[in-house]
């Protein structure tokens, strides 16, 4: 019986189910060492050698492996098909070994499957390998490299820019992505434009549109109606004219399905189509995979096993006909740049069970389950047909030209199933056109002018920057989604909308970066060095010596940062950044001079946060700030915080604190530690407060009004549970934030109302008082309870017999009823003491303790009054002396106590 090792526990779960009792599976849980995180982990000075930890976590999970070996001297590593699975296997080998858990005789074997599914796995099982050290190998080059530019680059950041975080080889260059777009949108010039369309109708009366492509005689490019005036003149031109179509062309086409997927390609539609994130979708991918479900989902692979293009034929043919199926396979051709990629598509590994079969209740698995299967079925069904129509229209002296465009489906073929997802919108083809032929009349319906302009590069999403990664060979599929995590972990970049927004502390670690190691974040080299690593997994390059050329620059660039300070990168960065951060002024004045004092200087500063401020060189006496995107126009900032006007002379400013964004009435000053302060409610953002927003969170609490029944006021604010209405100590939640601000007085007596009284409940009302108990006192009085009417005295509740009236009862019959649940409850036996006074002589002697001390305290008390009361003094002594008799007599059974002898335990 072998010892088979796999990842993850859930993984472990599925094979064991396949290979059954002759095999023990065990879970490594991930890598079980990794490079401790201390100067010298790579020594650069003795050939980078590696040192190794074995995690706090991992120790147990090595443990259990070795104590299964002590029995099954057979391992068998089963890690995932990859690099990093190889490296794991290796891992586990070296840690084994080095703990001598494996022996000289120990038979080491490497086995890999594509799907966990039973036939893949028993056909793996039969085909075992060696560990793949070109693959180990690597894997060690890119550990290293990490390890190099993360631990000697980070603390530069550190020591030069304060508020950073971390630098890395791939992040930094991700990030620098990000930044660029943002800087590139910052500079765009939007530039406006105008075009025409014309509602037009056929002789038949069914109407379409057209657009102007050409005024008179020349073709329009997209500027050349610039303004709303030359859009008049081109409406003009055209409702004075008589239109009749001039050529009417119908061409057929076909549109063929997308590739199965791959890592990237995965990502980049659950982003589109979900708005999952790179790692949710990695994270569902491996679920969905260690269940059996699809294959690896780690590839740079697009082809498909014959096995399972010929399954997906059968089902194709089986669900949608015979016509759904092509004459011969659809066939991929690989994208991977090299072999430890090289694995199949992301697919279904039973092309037979489709979304509705899938046994989870995993909404995010269900889904992505759902796109694989719908992707790799379309991949081999036929094409979609379809039938392109364009039609020119005219006037008879050639001054104007209109188009219009139109498309059908005459076959839905892949389309059926399944559509990619598309990152931006794009003009596409209309509808079906009505039917029209050459030299038909056009009459005029409507001809209308509209205003557009250029619009900017788009922000990134998760998907369009795996996507740009990609194209620039940045990464590998195992790596796209940590680095996007990273960057925003870090609090580099922050998400907004699906779109990814660089934050200030983002922008300068770019901005000194790109200036001081520029050469690192450069696309082409790091493509390269991705190269590099790809050629060392192919056995055609030594990962040292890849290691060593890439020291030997990067620490002399590193050195060279020694000897820079503070200042001198603030004012390098505020050189670079000139452009964004000091744009023109309408004025013509100079764009760095503070508006506030009019003699400071603007320059960028850095704040304790790790963020970035434009403030003035006149601090403290001028306090000017406003944030380094400046926002399309200046804006005073008060401290920390962007000014939002002022209210009775009072500088109202919005602000970030450690519990989130708030709003703040003046500043703090030793008279007033604490000015009034107001945190946004949820849902309300930054981006829309203004004064008159700032000014409603401020007057909070709000007064309502005095309840009408007891006068006391009730007021309406936002808690920390969000918004409310109070009266006294009692509060009642209101839906909507916005309603704190217009409740009126009945609502809020109404949801006052409706709110539970919390604590204890109200004493309920009798149904009737029947007054005085004739002998004992106290009053008699009729209840409704739980089960029904009750007569009530005292302590004692007496159920009325069945079918008897509460309205009619007398005082005689309550207080028989009254008397027999007394008698009844006193003539209850009660339950003989259990003979435990043996077991329990500590309590017996603590009580007698008790009763010593009392009367020790009675004698004391009575000697100290006066000497002539002897006697009681006496009478204290004697109870003192029956006190210590008690005890002794509780103390007796201490030594019968049933507790068993040692020679009782023994035998």
Known sequence: MAVVVVESPAKAKTINKYLGPGFTVLASYGHVRDLPPKDGSVDTDHDFEMK????????????????????????????????????????????????????????????????????????????????????????????????????????????????????????????????????????????????????????????????????????????????????????????????????????????????????????????????????????????????????????????????????????????????????????????????????????????????????????????????????????????????????????????????????????????????????????????????????????????????????????????????????????????????????????????????LIPEDKGRLVTIFLVNYFRKYLEYDFTADLESQLDDISAGDRDYKDVLARFWRDFSAAIAETADLRITEVLEKIDEVLAPQLYPPREDGSDPKSCPKCGSGRLNLKTARSGGAFIGCNNYPECRYTRPIAGEGEDAELSGDGKLLGHDDGDPISLRTGRFGPYVQRGEATEEVPKPPRASLPKGWTTDAMDLEKALLLLSLPRPVGPHPEDGELIEAGIGRYGPFVKHGKKYANLPDVDEVFIIGMNRAVEVLAAKPTRGRAAAAAPLRELGEHPTSGGPVNVMNGKYGPYVKWDKVNATLPKDTDPAAITMEEAVELITAKAGKTKSKPKAAAKPKAAAKPKAAATKAKAGTAKATTAKTATAKTATAKTATAKTATAKTGTAKTTTKAAAKPKTTKAKPAPDDSAG
């Open 52 to 499: 190794w930890d074995v995690a706090a976590d991992s120790r147990k999970h090595l443990k259990a492996i070795s104590d299964a070996l002590k029995d099954d001297n057979d391992l068998i590593l089963a890690t995932d098909p990859d690099r990093e699975g190889e490296a794991i296997s290796w891992h586990l080998t070296e840690a084994l070994a080095k703990s001598r858990a494996i022996k000289k005789d120990t038979p080491v074997r490497r086995v890999v499957f594509n799907a966990i599914t039973k036939n893949a796995v028993t056909e793996a099982m039969k085909n075992p390998r060696d560990v793949d050290m070109e693959l180990v190998r690597a894997y060690l080059a890119r550990r290293a490299l990490d390890y190099l530019v993360g631990f000697n680059l980070s603390p530069v950041l550190w020591r030069k820019l304060p508020g950073a975080k971390s630098a890395g080889r791939v992040q930094s260059v991700c990030l620098r992505l990000i930044v660029e777009r943002e800087m590139e949108i910052e500079a765009f010039d939007a530039r406006e434009y105008w075009t025409v369309a014309a509602q037009l109708t056929t002789p038949r009366g069914q109407e379409f549109e057209a657009r102007l492509i050409s005024l008179a005689g020349k073709k329009l490019d997209k500027f050349d109606l610039a303004t709303g005036t030359d859009a008049e003149m081109a409406v003009h031109a055209v409702t004075s004219r008589d239109l009749v179509v001039q050529s009417v062309e119908a061409k057929p086409a076909t549109r063929n399905p997308s590739a199965p997927f791959m890592t990237s390609t995965l990502q980049q539609e659950a982003s589109r189509k979900f708005g999952m994130g790179a790692k949710q979708c990695m994270s569902t991918a491996q679920r969905l995979y260690e269940a059996g479900y699809i294959t690896y989902m780690r590839t740079d692979g697009i082809d498909m096993a014959p096995e399972a293009v010929m399954a997906a034929r059968d089902e194709i043919k089986r669900r949608y006909g015979a016509d759904y199926v092509p004459k011969s396979p659809r066939m991929y051709k690989n994208k991977a740049k090299n072999a430890q990629e090289a694995h199949e598509c992301i697919r279904p590994t039973e092309m037979s069970v489709g979304p509705e079969a899938l046994k989870t209740t995993d909404a995010d698995q269900r889904k992505l389950y759902d796109l694989i299967w719908k992707r790799t079925i379309a991949g081999q069904m036929e094409a979609a047909r379809l039938e392109r129509t364009t039609v020119d229209i005219g006037s008879r002296d050639e001054q104007v030209g209109l188009r219009a465009t139109g498309q059908v489906i005459t076959f839905d073929g892949f389309l059926k199933v399944y559509e990619e997802g598309r990152d931006d919108t794009a003009d596409e083809d209309g509808g079906r056109l009505p039917q029209i032929a050459q030299g038909d009349a056009t009459p005029k319906k409507a001809v209308t002018p509209e205003q557009h302009f250029t619009q900017p590069p788009p922000r990134y999403t998760e998907a369009t920057l795996v996507k740009r990664m990609e194209e620039l060979g940045i990464g590998r599929p195992s790596t796209y989604a940590s680095i996007v995590t990273t960057i925003q972990d870090r609090g580099y970049v922050r998400k907004d909308k699906n779109r």
